[in-house]
């Protein structure tokens, strides 16, 4: 508003005495100041004056104490009063019975609201929920994972899982003691639980002291404590058995040396041996009483003749030592009658592999077995025999699908060698074949889908040692528990346990790191395991895929040898000047092994990786398939090709370790006596410990006795809403009741429903047990469950049982193997034994094991049954050929008998020092005087010591005319 308007405003409130004194001065001051103002207030007061008169009232007011008696004579009833005061009495008593109904539905309100303003459901379950995971984190449990021997020479290492009581991963400070059988502390360590998991390490001279882990995790006030029995595997060294010579005639001096070393960090042992000789036509053993008992530096050595009497049949050399993995362990060497020999010294044919006279073939997939509902991956290897040839073309097909070319397939020298990827159906059979002729197999293998957990796909097969293995699992079937394993099949080098979950399929990537010291080849298993139900294992592992890794040594020898040349004259003199050197390229003080020997004028058809080195790492751990019969001499430049040693190794099979008697006993049995099972172990190759049952015990104990105190206060609001209930509706009763005698019928209309509503809600207070609102929701930490068991699982596990079960009938009874057996055998007469295949885990591995032919083509056998496998096996019935000849009782591989051959000529052992030692500067002079014959010889100079090996092979050219020099890698 303007000025004008607030001044008239202000003159009103003036009129009307609205103003204070003081506001009021002022203004009267300024109205007589102001002539316009004065004129303009006159007018106002007298506007207000003359409405004040309008609207005085001028009529009498009206009599409200006689309308009030007139209303009372009309409210009276008819009969005649005997008593004046009767009628007020009834109003009183009637208003009053009225004022108590109306309390009491307003009971029966505040009773049905009761629950709904003092307990919220939703909130009350959120709150108890975070009590409950409040006294969740109030209490710890602890789960050990770790190998159940302990490899010795190696740091061993166990996963330390802490959950709370809700199987959540919580951080805690974790300590951790390894004990004596004393008690007595060997190691201690302290380290952080990220995300819950935790490693606790034993160094590798520690291991063999320990015979307990203590572990407490601490998260604030809140502590857990478990432990876990723990044992070392003895400390027992592997033997290489080495001669002088590849074969020799009767009559000859045959020096051999055993080197003694560890099997995992390649330090040379000390061990007590004996060495043991006998020939194939003989099956007596013999002790060879002039050889060295003991080992110096890792090397016991010894000679010994051969009878010149004895007709020529192999030659064994055998070590026997109970201080020694491979206890009993063999050598052959070929004996000859005659200087004329055979072309090749023919290796052991392998696992998974078929030798026909044009091609060579293997396949098998990534794993051992064909797994339905995942990719797989299946290799194969295909070598023409006649050098030269290209290799055939080599297919998948199934019944239901068209053949299907190799996703990645390349070509070294003769072999082509490639990969399938593919995702199998169940019980669905997969053929790979090769066609050497268009549109026709001339070799085959078939291959069964399981229903398995998972199969395994190593991403890294050929790696460093320092390099942790990455594997990814292929889950097939959810809810398991799944190990990778590796080691050996002595000692476990690495592992890792997990729950797959409820997700499938599913491919889960997967570290395992080794340690740097183990080298060499090494096996990796996957198994299902099976816990009780206190969550410790108990029940052997179904072993369900597995293969071969290599790791290349990161510490190793670097040799070297000056004044060797290329050609030599017959008798000349050589000075050879040996140099060793450790992976930095210092001098490095090491054993030497040093053997020259003259080679046949031709090359052996089968090669593999020569000396120490080769042997340790490679050969004396791995069956190579047939395929692989051509491999660098040195180790290292096959490591060099990573991608075609991996594929060598996915085809290969693992060498199981044989177990004989010692001593007396051995003296007393036959070479046939000797052919013994492979040690199996009744124990799982991982223990798993846990006190989770104990802490969920006291945890639900904890949790039942807050349910119990949050019942209680929904009892005590049920309760008190009951009650209030029946009061109200009862007092209501009674107030209707009392309406419904002073007012009579004509007044039912209000008295009745509210006296129906009071018996229906008494009735209803005192029968009914829980009023109509939501209970209290349980918490969902309060059953603690690992994972949930979908549907889907449980039907792939139901079907996992059918599916063996129907497979197995289809398998061929023994007469139908043998009558096989015996069509084979006469339509493969000039073929080669077909050899023992790696068997697969599960029943259904039978069918896996089953080749079908065409034209012949050879069946696999499977002639090492291994761990975790049936007894009753179907190959195992074919390792005896149908022709009743026995499978070879030697433990050591098989070397073919020599043929004659006019154009050969037998190797002859030129230099052999079994035990040499370099200076401090690793260096070493070794005179030597070539032979008169002139030929190829060859160099082999093996180093260990400190954890290291390492192998040189040179060649030299003796006499003339010169020949051009063979092309070899170890002289590049």
């Given at each position: 508003?303007?000025?004008?308007?607030?001044?008239?405003?202000?003159?009103l409130?003036?009129?009307?005495g609205?103003l204070?004194?003081?506001?009021?001065?002022?203004l009267v001051?300024?109205?007589?100041?102001?002539?316009?103002?004065?004129r303009?207030?006159?007018?106002?007061?007298?506007?207000?004056?003359?409405?004040?008169?309008?609207?005085?009232a001028?009529?009498?007011l009206?009599?409200?104490?006689?309308?009030?008696?007139?209303?009372d004579?009309?409210?009276?009833?008819?009969?005649s009063?005997?008593?004046?005061?009767?009628?007020?009495?009834?109003?009183?008593?009637?208003?009053?019975?009225?004022?108590?109904?109306?309390?009491?539905?307003?009971l029966?309100?505040?009773?049905?609201?009761y629950?709904?303003?003092?307990?919220?459901?939703?909130?009350?379950?959120?709150?108890?929920?975070?009590?409950?995971?409040?006294?969740?984190?109030?209490?710890?449990?602890?789960s050990?994972?770790?190998?159940?021997?302990?490899?010795?020479?190696?740091?061993?290492?166990?996963?330390?899982?802490?959950?709370?009581?809700?199987?959540?991963?919580?951080?805690?400070?974790?300590?951790?003691?390894?004990?004596?059988?004393?008690?007595e502390?060997?190691?201690?360590?302290?380290?952080?639980a990220?995300?819950?998991?935790?490693v606790?390490?034993?160094?590798?001279?520690?291991v063999?002291?320990?015979?307990?882990?203590?572990?407490?995790?601490?998260?604030g006030?809140?502590?857990?404590?478990?432990?876990?029995?723990?044992?070392?595997?003895?400390?027992?060294?592997?033997?290489?058995?080495?001669?002088?010579?590849?074969?020799?005639?009767?009559?000859e001096?045959?020096n051999?040396?055993a080197?003694?070393?560890?099997?995992?960090?390649q330090?040379?042992r000390s061990?007590?041996?004996?060495?043991?000789?006998s020939?194939?036509?003989?099956?007596?053993?013999?002790?060879i009483?002039?050889a060295?008992?003991s080992?110096?530096?890792?090397?016991?050595?010894?000679?010994?003749?051969?009878?010149?009497?004895?007709?020529?049949?192999n030659?064994?050399?055998?070590?026997e030592?109970?201080?020694?993995q491979?206890?009993?362990?063999?050598?052959?060497?070929?004996?000859i009658?005659?200087?004329?020999?055979?072309?090749?010294?023919?290796?052991?044919?392998?696992?998974?592999?078929?030798?026909?006279k044009?091609?060579?073939f293997?396949?098998?997939?990534?794993?051992?077995?064909?797994?339905?509902?995942?990719?797989?991956?299946?290799?194969?290897?295909?070598?023409?025999?006649v050098?030269?040839?290209?290799?055939?073309?080599?297919?998948?097909r199934?019944?239901?699908?068209?053949?299907?070319?190799p996703?990645?397939?390349?070509?070294e020298?003769?072999?082509?060698?490639?990969?399938?990827?593919?995702?199998?159906q169940?019980?669905?059979?997969?053929?790979?074949?090769?066609l050497?002729e268009?549109?026709q197999?001339?070799?085959?293998?078939?291959?069964?889908?399981?229903?398995?957990?998972?199969?395994?796909?190593?991403?890294?097969?050929?790696?460093p040692?320092?390099?942790?293995?990455e594997?990814?699992?292929?889950?097939?079937?959810?809810?398991?528990?799944?190990?990778?394993?590796?080691?050996?099949?002595?000692?476990t080098?690495?592992?890792?346990?997990?729950?797959v979950g409820?997700?499938?399929?599913?491919?889960?990537?997967?570290?395992?790191?080794?340690?740097?010291?183990?080298?060499?080849?090494?096996?990796?298993?996957?198994?299902?395991?099976?816990?009780?139900?206190?969550?410790?294992?108990?029940?052997?592992?179904?072993?369900?895929?597995?293969?071969?890794?290599?790791?290349?040594?990161?510490?190793?020898?670097?040799?070297?040898?000056?004044?060797?040349?290329s050609?030599?004259?017959?008798?000349?003199?050589?000075s050879?000047?040996?140099?060793?050197?450790?992976?930095?390229?210092?001098?490095?003080?090491?054993?030497?092994?040093?053997?020259?020997?003259?080679?046949?004028?031709?090359a052996?058809?089968?090669?593999?990786p020569?000396?120490?080195?080769?042997?340790f790492?490679?050969?004396?751990?791995?069956?190579?398939?047939?395929?692989a019969?051509?491999?660098?001499?040195?180790v290292?430049?096959?490591?060099q090709?990573r991608d075609?040693?991996?594929q060598?190794?996915?085809l290969?099979?693992?060498?199981?370790?044989?177990?004989?008697?010692?001593?007396?006993?051995?003296?007393a049995?036959?070479?046939?006596?000797l052919?013994?099972e492979?040690?199996?172990?009744?124990?799982p190759?991982?223990?798993r410990?846990?006190?989770?049952?104990?802490?969920q015990?006291?945890?639900?104990?904890?949790?039942?006795?807050?349910?119990?105190?949050?019942?209680?206060r929904?009892?005590?609001?049920?309760?008190?809403?009951?009650?209030?209930?029946?009061?109200?509706?009862?007092?209501?009763?009674?107030?209707?009741?009392?309406l419904?005698?002073?007012?009579?019928?004509r007044?039912?209309?209000v008295?009745?429903?509210?006296?129906v509503?009071?018996?229906?809600?008494?009735?209803?207070?005192?029968?009914?047990?829980?009023?109509?609102?939501?209970?209290?929701?349980?918490?969902?930490?309060?059953?603690p469950q690992?994972?949930?068991?979908?549907e889907?699982?449980?039907?792939?596990?139901?079907?996992?049982?059918?599916?063996?079960?129907?497979v197995?009938d289809?398998?061929?009874?023994?007469?139908?193997?043998?009558?096989?057996?015996?069509?084979?055998?006469?339509?493969?007469?000039?073929?080669p034994?077909?050899q023992?295949?790696?068997?697969?885990?599960?029943?259904?591995?039978?069918?896996?094991?089953?080749?079908?032919?065409?034209?012949?083509?050879?069946?696999?056998?499977?002639?090492?049954?291994a761990?975790?496998?049936?007894?009753d096996?179907?190959?195992?019935?074919?390792n005896?050929?149908?022709?009743?000849?026995?499978?070879?009782k030697s433990?050591a591989?098989?070397?073919?008998?020599?043929?004659?051959?006019?154009?050969?000529?037998?190797?002859?052992?030129?230099?052999?020092?079994?035990?040499l030692?370099?200076?401090?500067?690793?260096?070493?002079?070794?005179p030597?005087?070539?032979?008169?014959?002139?030929?190829?010889?060859?160099?082999?100079?093996?180093?260990?010591?400190?954890?290291?090996?390492?192998?040189?092979?040179?060649?030299?050219?003796?006499?003339?005319?010169?020949?051009?020099e063979?092309?070899?890698?170890?002289?590049?």
């Amino acid at each position: 508003m303007d000025n004008r308007e607030q001044l008239q405003q202000q003159m009103l409130e003036l009129i009307y005495g609205l103003l204070s004194d003081q506001e009021s001065a002022e203004l009267v001051e300024r109205i007589s100041s102001d002539g316009q103002l004065a004129r303009e207030y006159a007018e106002l007061k007298e506007r207000t004056e003359l409405l004040a008169e309008v609207t005085k009232a001028t009529s009498p007011l009206p009599n409200y104490d006689q309308w009030k008696r007139k209303a009372d004579e009309h409210d009276q009833p008819m009969p005649s009063r005997t008593v004046g005061t009767r009628p007020s009495r009834s109003r009183w008593v009637t208003r009053s019975l009225q004022v108590v109904s109306g309390l009491a539905a307003c009971l029966l309100i505040a009773a049905l609201a009761y629950p709904k303003l003092t307990w919220n459901s939703q909130q009350q379950t959120l709150a108890l929920q975070q009590q409950s995971q409040s006294l969740a984190d109030d209490y710890l449990s602890l789960s050990i994972t770790g190998p159940s021997l302990m490899a010795t020479e190696v740091r061993n290492e166990f996963l330390v899982s802490v959950e709370n009581a809700a199987n959540q991963p919580v951080d805690a400070q974790v300590e951790y003691w390894f004990k004596s059988p004393a008690n007595e502390t060997v190691y201690y360590g302290l380290t952080e639980a990220k995300n819950g998991q935790v490693v606790c390490q034993i160094p590798a001279d520690e291991v063999s002291s320990a015979a307990k882990l203590e572990v407490i995790a601490k998260r604030g006030d809140v502590e857990s404590t478990l432990g876990l029995a723990v044992k070392a595997a003895p400390p027992k060294p592997v033997a290489i058995l080495q001669t002088d010579r590849t074969a020799a005639q009767p009559g000859e001096t045959v020096n051999f040396r055993a080197v003694v070393i560890d099997p995992q960090n390649q330090q040379d042992r000390s061990a007590n041996v004996d060495f043991l000789w006998s020939m194939q036509n003989n099956p007596t053993l013999n002790r060879i009483a002039s050889a060295e008992r003991s080992t110096l530096k890792g090397v016991a050595q010894g000679q010994m003749t051969i009878p010149a009497t004895e007709p020529p049949e192999n030659l064994e050399l055998t070590i026997e030592s109970v201080e020694l993995q491979n206890n009993l362990f063999q050598r052959e060497v070929p004996v000859i009658s005659n200087r004329p020999l055979a072309a090749a010294y023919a290796a052991p044919k392998k696992a998974y592999a078929y030798d026909t006279k044009k091609t060579r073939f293997a396949a098998k997939p990534e794993g051992g077995n064909l797994v339905a509902g995942v990719e797989n991956q299946l290799y194969y290897s295909n070598q023409v025999a006649v050098p030269g040839d290209t290799p055939a073309r080599t297919q998948i097909r199934s019944a239901d699908d068209q053949a299907q070319v190799p996703s990645k397939q390349q070509q070294e020298k003769e072999t082509a060698f490639g990969v399938f990827n593919f995702v199998p159906q169940s019980a669905e059979e997969y053929t790979v074949e090769v066609l050497e002729e268009p549109k026709q197999a001339d070799l085959q293998q078939s291959f069964v889908a399981q229903k398995l957990p998972a199969t395994l796909r190593i991403n890294n097969g050929v790696a460093p040692a320092n390099e942790p293995l990455e594997i990814d699992v292929r889950v097939a079937i959810p809810n398991t528990t799944m190990a990778l394993i590796a080691g050996d099949d002595y000692a476990t080098i690495g592992h890792n346990v997990w729950d797959v979950g409820v997700n499938a399929p599913i491919t889960q990537p997967v570290k395992l790191n080794l340690p740097t010291e183990a080298t060499g080849a090494q096996r990796v298993r996957l198994y299902s395991l099976q816990f009780d139900e206190t969550g410790n294992s108990q029940q052997m592992p179904e072993l369900i895929a597995e293969r071969i890794v290599y790791r290349i040594p990161v510490q190793r020898y670097k040799l070297d040898v000056q004044g060797l040349p290329s050609q030599a004259s017959p008798g000349e003199q050589l000075s050879l000047q040996v140099a060793v050197k450790d992976e930095y390229n210092h001098p490095a003080q090491a054993t030497l092994g040093v053997q020259m020997e003259r080679l046949p004028a031709e090359a052996p058809a089968t090669q593999l990786p020569l000396g120490l080195e080769g042997e340790f790492l490679l050969n004396q751990r791995v069956a190579l398939p047939s395929t692989a019969n051509n491999l660098p001499e040195d180790v290292r430049q096959l490591e060099q090709d990573r991608d075609y040693f991996d594929q060598v190794l996915v085809l290969s099979d693992w060498k199981n370790e044989t177990a004989a008697p010692t001593g007396g006993q051995l003296m007393a049995m036959s070479r046939d006596n000797l052919a013994m099972e492979s040690v199996e172990t009744n124990e799982p190759p991982v223990v798993r410990r846990t006190n989770r049952k104990s802490i969920q015990s006291k945890y639900q104990q904890a949790l039942a006795v807050i349910h119990q105190q949050w019942q209680a206060r929904l009892d005590d609001v049920h309760t008190t809403s009951r009650w209030m209930l029946v009061g109200g509706a009862g007092i209501l009763a009674v107030g209707l009741i009392g309406l419904a005698v002073v007012q009579g019928r004509r007044k039912m209309a209000v008295w009745l429903p509210g006296l129906v509503v009071a018996f229906g809600s008494i009735l209803w207070g005192l029968f009914s047990a829980s009023l109509s609102f939501d209970s209290l929701a349980p918490s969902a930490s309060s059953s603690p469950q690992m994972v949930a068991v979908s549907e889907e699982a449980k039907s792939q596990q139901t079907e996992l049982a059918a599916g063996r079960s129907a497979v197995a009938d289809t398998l061929p009874s023994s007469d139908d193997a043998a009558l096989r057996d015996r069509q084979w055998t006469e339509s493969n007469a000039d073929a080669p034994p077909p050899q023992p295949q790696l068997r697969s885990a599960g029943p259904t591995s039978e069918i896996m094991n089953l080749e079908r032919s065409l034209g012949g083509a050879a069946r696999s056998r499977n002639a090492n049954p291994a761990p975790f496998e049936a007894a009753d096996r179907y190959s195992g019935m074919e390792n005896q050929s149908a022709a009743g000849s026995p499978a070879p009782k030697s433990m050591a591989a098989t070397i073919s008998p020599l043929e004659a051959q006019p154009k050969q000529t037998a190797p002859q052992s030129v230099l052999w020092q079994p035990r040499l030692t370099t200076n401090a500067n690793g260096e070493v002079n070794l005179p030597v005087t070539l032979p008169a014959t002139p030929g190829r010889y060859r160099l082999v100079i093996d180093a260990h010591g400190s954890g290291r090996l390492g192998t040189l092979v040179r060649y030299i050219e003796v006499g003339s005319p010169p020949v051009s020099e063979p092309a070899s890698p170890a002289n590049d």
